[in-house]
């Protein structure tokens, strides 16, 4: 006991299962919300709420412009704050409740067609979104400076975040219980149908469902963390948001992070957009085959997150990303390699060990970049002496967001560019490759990128315990 106490005075606390569960809560709550919004929301917006795919893409980018200069201020407001109820968590109640209710309101059809009612419900959701993941981000460096510890957090928060996703991706299933019927003539049965307008109270349904469940694991994230690694009052008081860019000049490593976010969330944003497109249109799957593709993409991370810590004790940090970026890029190519043009129902199996190896890449490798946040946090606070978690995390916010807007603006200019037709029940060839490219080659390319920026990253884990220990010496 006393080696554990001379330990915890240092920083370097051991978490029970009960405090990583509630942490990783917070991130499944999360992903219900707002991978729904990232992965459904233009295929919502373009073949149920009536918005055509140039006019969608734009709003996505202005969203993204705002949350630039959303983030900082959100950032600095929570460095700077000491709310009764923690610095960092109480934001999860705080932000969380307007949260799910503009995420609901995204999906209600109420005005449809209506690009104004979209641009305030998209607007409104992606800034409380920001109030909720910026200090939630920073409740992950507040909780203890163990690297390892950090390394189990991270793992146990990607493992319950992608449960969130799994319930996300299964959203076709989920709907198809609410939406309308109708007879399909190539089998003669009854058929739900997801992707037309008649569909829209089963998504506003099964968005209600998804947010208030993440409500409830908010809430339960807030209870179970217990914040210990902050700056005080007097260091707090002196944050500005000019802090951020200060803060980005200076710090290297946070650099390299900031730009493999990036690249990391416009591949992923991309992939995601245009699987629901690839699935109905290209492969022609039902709702529960569509389902079941989609699942392929998260299962992965129930196999090969619990071994991350194990897997980068082996071959470390950059080996770890090397290898599953790797991964992620060849089942790209063998899915490039097993579709065609006009898709046939006759290799779904090959596309489906596709999906699920370029899901192992993707999964394990972007799971883990989240632990890279609480040490470019830990070497900012050794080369400055302030430890601005918020800002920092702010600061990946917008290089996050940005990926996502590229995520978001790049499927709908190649729908548009290629000629989709929402209305039509068969799209053109061009069309068709144009969906194809978003699915793998355009993410394969993003990848390549990737490697190439993480291999600038040079904070080993021996190194971050040096800082570590160095940072707790000085307070002592």
Known sequence: MAETSTKESKGFYKLSWGQRIGFGAGDMAQNLVYQTISIWLLFFYTNV??????????MFLIVRLVDVLWDPVVGTIVDKKNPKWGKYRSWLVLGGIPL????????WNGFSGSLLYAYITYVGMSMCYTLVNVPYGALNASLTRDTNEITILTSTRMFMANLGALCVKSLPIIIAIFAPKVLDPATGKMTAVYNTPEAAPAWFITMTIFALVGLALLFFCFAKCKERVVMDEKESANVKVSDLWMEFGRNKPLR??????????????????????????NVGATPLLTTLFMWLGTIPAFIFMPLVPAIKRKIGKKGMFYLFLGVAILGMMMMYTFVS??????????????????????ITATGYMWALVPEVISYGEYTTGKRIAGIVNALTGIFFKAGMALGGVVPGLVLAWVGFNADAAQQTPLALQGILWLVCVIPAILLLLAIFIISKYELSDERMD???REIEARHA
């Open 466 to 468: 040096e800082i570590n």
């Open 100 to 107: 799910v209710g503009l995420a609901i309101l995204c999906f």
């Open 256 to 281: 390299v992070v900031a730009f493999f976010f990036i690249t990391a969330f416009a591949m992923m944003s991309v992939s995601n957009a245009a699987d629901a497109y690839f699935m109905t249109f």
């Open 49 to 58: 709420f009536g918005l055509k795919p140039g006019a969608a893409a734009l």
């Open 341 to 362: 043009i006009p898709a046939t129902k006759s290799n779904f199996v090959l596309l489906c060990i596709a999906q699920f190896i370029k899901s192992t890449g993707i």
